[in-house]
């Protein structure tokens, strides 16, 4: 009886550490998904703790491949936990590309060292482009995106 109390014990003991790890998250998918970006307002992108600005965006800026007449660009990071929903991510990205009427024209992808870079393109029909470029690097996933014109 004693071996089954210390049992049960355990098992609720793992389970309650395992619940704030499955919150976090949660919170941060929510965090993603409920951001807007100002360039283009049908376009729905990440915002809060993961954008980066500033100086920290024009170092990530100077790998992307391909960048020459796309500007405006925003940086996202996400880094623990977050760093593994990349395929989360690029969906809803495109996602929300498709529903403001950019859609996809290529993807290419690169190995840069100990980084895997792809390049998504999409096209309005009105000629807009807009570049998605994911960088997964060994502690960050970084995606930065770019608007043509």
Known sequence: MKIMKRFLFGVFAAVA???PAAAQTLVEVQ???ATTLELDAQVRLPRGSFRAVGKGVDRWVAKVRGGEGFGRWEGYVARGVA???RDAYV???AS???AAGYLPEGQASYA????????YLF?????RQVLLYVIEAPDA???LVGWSG
Do not use: I, K, M
């Not at 840069?112 to 390049?119: D, F």
């Open 17 to 19: 550490l395992a619940v």
């Open 96 to 98: 929300a590309f498709a």
């Open 31 to 33: 965090v993603v998904a």
């Open 112 to 119: 840069v060292g100990a980084e895997r870079h792809t390049r």
């Open 123 to 127: 096209s309005a029909p009105d000629g």
């Open 141 to 143: 996933l970084v995606w």
């Open 91 to 93: 969906h809803q990205l």
């Open 83 to 85: 760093r593994n929903l």
